[in-house]
T-cell receptor, first 113, second 115 residues
Framework: SQTIHQWPATLVQPVGSPLSLECTVEGTSNPNLYWYRQAAGRGLQLLFYSVGIGQISSEVPQNLSASRPQDRQFILSSKKLLLSDSGFYLC????????????FGQGTRLTVV | AQTVTQSQPEMSVQEAETVTLSCTYDTSESDYYLFWYKQPPSRQMILVIRQEAYKQQNATENRFSVNFQKAAKSFSLKISDSQLGDAAMYFCAYRSQGGSEKLVFGKGTKLTVNP
């Protein structure tokens, strides 16, 4: 069966420090991968999505970046965190071209101090 | 660009009653998918129901059903016989079919179920 792993669950980082959040999917090939951010009590803002290795679409220009070095690995990064980067980050995957829903990781709560 | 709008930030319903959550979307595509997700306090995203745009028949999953109006670009969720466990954030989502595979969510509706 397919599973998605997202870590860490909680992260506290100082302003100006780098960030690396990792998401991996097991049990499927060539998934679509997504990164979302959810501010407290708010909706899911699509940050990046990828339909294949090295293919990244950015939805919101900001100091975050994403990479997909392997088929089932999706990484969210920042060189220098801002206070406004605090939030709940969710990784998700779906099967491309088929009518299936997206499956979500457990999320990472990032607090920038 | 595709956008999803949920005009009701909060809704409340009495236990055992029926409630309808609204969702509208904007797209120029003809083929796409629509979803409703539930996010309880645990913050785990749970699929409630899904609909293919080419299907005119409204999807139903037990107590959950949708009213899909393609021409009006409307996709509302009806919860019948509401239960305390239905209390959560509900998100409407749009996914492109083929090509971009972009998945966009609305801002959510917080549903409270009163005993």
């Amino acid at each position: 069966s397919q599973t998605i792993h997202q870590w860490p669950a909680t992260l506290v980082q100082p302003v100006g420090s780098p960030l690396s959040l990792e998401c991996t999917v097991e049990g499927t090939s060539n998934p679509n991968l997504y990164w979302y951010r959810q501010a407290a009590g708010r909706g899911l803002q699509l940050l990046f999505y990828s339909v294949g290795i090295g293919q990244i679409s950015s939805e919101v220009p900001q100091n975050l970046s994403a990479s997909r070095p392997q088929d089932r690995q999706f990484i969210l990064s920042s060189k220098k965190l801002l206070l406004s980067d605090s939030g709940f980050y969710l990784c998700a995957w779906s099967v491309g071209g088929l009518f299936t829903e997206a499956f979500f990781g457990q999320g990472t709560r990032l607090t920038v101090v | 660009a595709q956008t999803v709008t949920q005009s009701q930030p909060e809704m409340s319903v009495q236990e055992a009653e029926t409630v309808t959550l609204s969702c509208t979307y904007d797209t120029s595509e003809s083929d796409y998918y629509l979803f409703w997700y539930k996010q309880p306090p645990s913050r785990q995203m749970i699929l409630v129901i899904r609909q293919e745009a080419y299907k005119q028949q409204n999807a139903t999953e037990n107590r959950f059903s949708v009213n899909f109006q393609k021409a009006a670009k409307s996709f509302s969720l009806k919860i019948s016989d509401s239960q305390l466990g239905d209390a959560a954030m509900y998100f409407c989502a749009y996914r492109s079919q083929g090509g971009s595979e972009k998945l966009v969510f609305g801002k959510g509706t917080k549903l409270t179920v009163n005993p």
